[in-house]
């Protein structure tokens, strides 16, 4: 699986930036090997070059050397708000006051909008009093909300709206999550996502970090979920990635590019709760200041924390109950690997660096850090995990002391009392052949809020009410976004029950009554 790098801070751009040398990437929620080759651009990887060496040069107090190569960089790639804003911190650092204020200007004109590091960043301490960053804060709102204008009529494009939300397509605003859902999928398709969003933020913010405090809305920048169609989504991805990222083992699901503040997913199940997460966890690490390398979080914490809701269910009222990440096809593979004596340990596991945990049997890995969260949830410890990882992040960057001082034991006790849990967790269905109970028809993966109808047997269009072409959105209100999430949720079923069938043909979305069949 390859990724945009992205942070606050000083920066270093992958396809956008990152933060004193390489910190960790934005997400994804697809696990896959290596990106295609594609034609070389030697422009790109002149000013890539560039702008490694300039941010050696700033980690080491070279300063001149910095502005040199940023100089270069900023001339090669004057789009680049990371270039400009690292220029900004050489600049002050040489005592060029005006010339940093300058450059600084340029960040924030063409996109810089991370005020957590704007507050806070000693390399421009030297500017502090010079005015520029003072009157920059002071009217920061104003500047997130031109961002904001801007980057929906950048996204909305993707989803068919035009300015003014004029178009085909959808658009939702959650302003108590900062975010704009901007979509080609139907109303009723969009509000549904949308209203996820809001289960998936209170999930994290109960179970994982505080709810943000009072000045969430004057720091944080507003985020666009883009959620296109999938012909849409498969330009959108081979454009940005190359052909292979859109079908086979490469294929990308889903891409959180943390600088742009911009989430594309090709569907509205796993996907979408995955990318969300990395939505709001960055924001997290740029609220506490860490994002720079070897203090962003490490892979296997970021992927084990947005995998950890890609499959849940409710508890209490299906309509409104809270969500509660359950046993899944990624479970299964860790199982597989205790069964088999292949699964690494944990000491392993967390010592991963961010180029092997996505690379080196990326499947595996993430399914292996999911299962380490539900691990820690199960025994209550999740969100003092993280209290004590973010405490002590500069000592143990890995997490591994953080796992063995909440829980009490040595590493080898966890590892123990892992796999013991794991072993005794259950596998659920990953297959129709692994199902009891069928709704007798014959489906596909669908466009992205559902499995599609593609074969009805004699009977089944009145015994089910779909037709050719229908859409499986959810069974008993708990949706099935995909093939993955229709077996799980059927496989907890028996044949004869009746389960309330949620479902679109077009745009008209019904419910109908239907009564599960034995699997032949």
């Not at 945009?4 to 004193?20: F, R």
């Not at 390398?293 to 299906?318: K, N, P, S």
């Not at 597989?336 to 596991?349: E, F, K, S, W, Y």
Request: net charge negative.
């Amino acid at each position: 699986m390859r990724r945009t790098t992205s942070t606050g801070g000083v920066m270093l751009a992958g396809a956008l930036s990152g933060v004193l040398g390489l910190a960790a990437p934005a997400a994804r929620a697809q696990d896959t090997p290596a990106q295609e080759p594609r034609e070389i651009d030697i422009a790109a990887v002149s000013a890539r070059m560039l702008e490694q060496r300039a941010v050696r040069a700033l980690l080491d107090g070279r300063f001149d050397e910095a502005r040199e190569a940023l100089e270069r960089q900023v001339e090669a790639q004057p789009g680049s708000f990371a270039a400009w804003f690292n220029l900004a911190c050489a600049r002050a650092q040489l005592g060029e006051l005006d010339s940093a204020e300058a450059a600084l200007s340029e960040a924030v004109e063409l996109g810089f909008c991370d005020g957590w590091t704007l507050a806070r960043e000693p390399l421009l301490d030297p500017i502090r009093e010079h005015g520029l960053i003072g009157d920059l804060l002071g009217k920061w709102p104003a500047v997130l909300e031109a961002r904001r204008a801007a980057n929906v009529e950048r996204d909305g494009r993707l989803v068919g709206l035009r300015a003014e939300g004029r178009g085909r397509g959808e658009r939702v605003t959650l302003d108590a999550l900062r975010v704009e859902v901007l979509s080609a999928h139907d109303g009723v398709s969009t509000r549904q996502a949308s209203g996820e969003l809001g289960d998936i933020a209170r999930f994290f913010y109960s179970e994982v970090f505080d709810p943000p405090g009072e000045n969430v809305g004057a720091y944080t920048p507003w985020a666009t979920v883009v959620l296109p169609d999938t012909r849409g989504f498969r330009s959108w991805i081979a454009s940005e990635f190359g052909p292979r990222a859109v079908t086979g083992l490469s294929g990308l699901g889903g891409v959180y590019d943390h600088d742009a503040r911009r989430l594309v997913a090709q569907d509205l199940g796993a996907t979408l709760r995955h990318e969300f997460v990395h939505v709001l966890h960055w924001r997290e690490m740029e609220r506490l200041g860490q994002t720079r390398a070897g203090r962003a979080h490490a892979a296997w914490i970021q992927e084990g924390l947005a995998a950890l809701v890609e499959d849940v269910d409710r508890v209490g009222d299906r309509a409104g109950g809270r969500i509660e990440p359950v046993p899944s096809w990624r479970t299964n593979i860790v199982k597989r690997q205790l069964a088999g004596g292949r699964l690494p340990t944990l000491r392993d596991l967390t010592g991963l660096e961010r180029g092997r945990f996505n690379t080196a049997r990326p499947l595996a890995r993430y399914a292996h850090a999911r299962a380490v969260f539900m691990f820690l949830r199960g025994r209550g410890q999740l969100r003092a995990f993280m209290d004590v990882y973010v405490r002590t992040i500069d000592n143990d960057p890995s997490g591994l002391a953080a796992l063995g001082g909440v829980l009490e034991m040595t590493v080898d006790e966890v590892e123990a009392a892992f796999r013991a849990w794991l072993g005794a967790l259950p596998a659920v269905p990953e297959t129709g052949s692994d199902l009891s109970a069928t709704l007798g028809v014959e489906i596909e993966e669908g466009s992205g809020d559902g499995p599609e109808v593609v074969g009805l047997p004699a009977g089944a269009r009145s015994r089910t009410g779909l037709r050719l072409g229908s859409v499986i959105t959810a069974i008993d209100g708990r949706p099935t976004r995909d093939m993955h999430e229709l077996i799980r949720v059927l496989g907890s079923y028996r044949p004869g029950e009746t389960v309330t069938l949620s479902h679109r043909r077009g745009r008209v979305h019904a419910a109908s009554e239907v009564v599960l069949l034995a699997r032949e």
